[in-house]
């Protein structure tokens, strides 16, 4: 029965050659078996050639090879490609591919809705429903990889980042989400480096701590506010884990891995109209990074309005004028860019209607979503780019 086998997407390096060795088999089946699975996206081990006859047919017997089920998808012409995957148990979620020159950023999911509910996200909104096993966090890579046809030059890579910044919290599912990161950097599976590989958080503090413990990647912090009052308000947990200790939490992670001095957190602001949007926010901000003492990037993110949100995205000139008054405080900051005003595709906000494939399908057409700005490693031409329209 398919329920007794055991999946082996999910499973990092470490824990396939255990499964190996359990087995009575050497240890190097596990990278032999990981490429298969991850860089060439084989899920019948039949196809695993250089596995003997007898051993392709024990994994038959124990093991099986299970992404979650792609329930659509659309390639739109200027290279974003979007998924719809349904996990057991009915869950959806979505996950984003975005080009933008040589870097291709996926965007992956953690949980299926968000117990955090942030004042303007519609993931946050729909509640929770549960945790993705590390199957289906790395299965949304596997699917994304596979659907690009293979690089033929060594070390060309189509994803070349990964983002945590999907529907959930990845630091409150992080049993599930270590393993899914230590696949996207292995050099067996996908090879990504840990600089491209980024953890977005609304601020879990425990969360930062241990993700820093357990694994060298890049963070994202969701701050959207320059103080605790107004924080409070648009992201919940602040009350529980205030400015503060967040910020010493984001000192404490760059510590922990003092070889890479020249990084920074990228510091997430959703720019709310009239809500935390003025010139006046803006010094805040400046005063609270330059305070904490934590080196940072900022990435502005227009608000994706949705149905009920209660919000509206903040003018394109305020959005320049907040971004130039950061730059004059000497903070690189990037504005994420929208094109057009569909809403439910971008990351961060990726719910809805997903049962309504036709009428997803057209506005997905019609709008397309972010295509640059979105990674915690802008390239140097962003640095200075002002993308607000
Ligand atoms: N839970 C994590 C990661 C997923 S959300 C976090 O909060 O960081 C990814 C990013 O999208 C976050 O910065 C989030 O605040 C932002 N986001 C959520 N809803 C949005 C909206 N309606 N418009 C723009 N950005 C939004
Ligand atoms: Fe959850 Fe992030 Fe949305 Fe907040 S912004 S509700 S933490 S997914």
Not at 81 to 101: A, N, S, Y
Request: glycine share 8%.
């Amino acid at each position: 029965m398919a329920e007794s086998k055991t999946n082996l997407l999910g499973m990092t390096r470490e824990a396939l050659e255990a499964f190996f060795i359990d087995l009575g088999e050497k240890k190097f089946r596990a990278t032999q078996v990981m490429q298969w699975i991850h860089a060439r996206g084989v899920d019948d081990f039949d196809a695993m050639s250089d596995l003997g006859k007898a051993l392709r047919a024990k994994l038959k017997d124990v093991a099986e090879i299970r992404a979650p089920k792609e329930v659509y998808h659309d390639f739109s012409k200027d290279g974003t490609r979007k998924w719809v995957l349904e996990m057991d148990g009915g869950g959806k979620v979505e996950t984003v591919f975005i080009p933008d020159g040589e870097r291709g950023t996926l965007c992956v999911s953690s949980q299926v809705g968000c117990a955090l509910d942030c004042s303007f996200c519609s993931t946050g909104k729909q509640g929770f429903q549960r945790d993705l096993s590390a199957a289906e966090i790395i299965g949304q890579v596997w699917i994304a990889n596979k659907s690009f046809p293979p690089r033929t030059n060594m070390g060309e890579r189509n994803i070349t980042n990964v983002v945590m910044m999907g529907m959930g919290e990845p630091l409150l599912n992080l049993q599930n989400v270590l393993p899914a990161l230590e696949l996207m950097k292995d050099d067996f599976a996908y090879g990504i480096s840990r600089r491209r590989v980024t953890v977005s958080t609304s601020g879990v503090v425990p969360g930062i701590d241990d993700l820093g413990e357990a694994i060298d990647v890049s963070l994202a912090l969701s701050l959207h506010a320059p103080n605790d009052e107004l924080r409070n308000e648009l992201v919940p947990i602040n009350r529980k884990y205030p400015l503060a200790e967040v910020m010493a939490a984001c000192r404490r992670f760059l510590a922990r891995h003092p070889t890479n001095s020249h990084r920074s957190i990228t510091m997430e602001y959703v720019m709310l109209k009239g809500v935390n949007d003025t010139n006046e926010h803006a010094h805040q901000l400046a005063n609270l990074l330059l305070d904490s003492g934590v080196p940072s990037k900022i990435n502005l993110i227009p608000f994706n309005p949705f149905p009920h949100a209660g919000y509206e995205r903040s003018s394109n000139n305020q959005i320049r004028r907040f971004q130039e008054i950061l730059m004059a405080a000497g903070f690189v900051t990037t504005v994420r860019t929208t094109r057009g005003d569909d809403i439910d595709a971008a990351c961060g906000q990726l719910v809805g209607q997903v049962n309504d494939r036709t009428r997803r399908s057209e506005r997905w057409r019609a709008a397309r979503i972010p295509v640059e700005g979105i990674d915690a490693e802008p390239s140097s031409r962003d640095h200075t780019r002002s993308t607000a329209r």
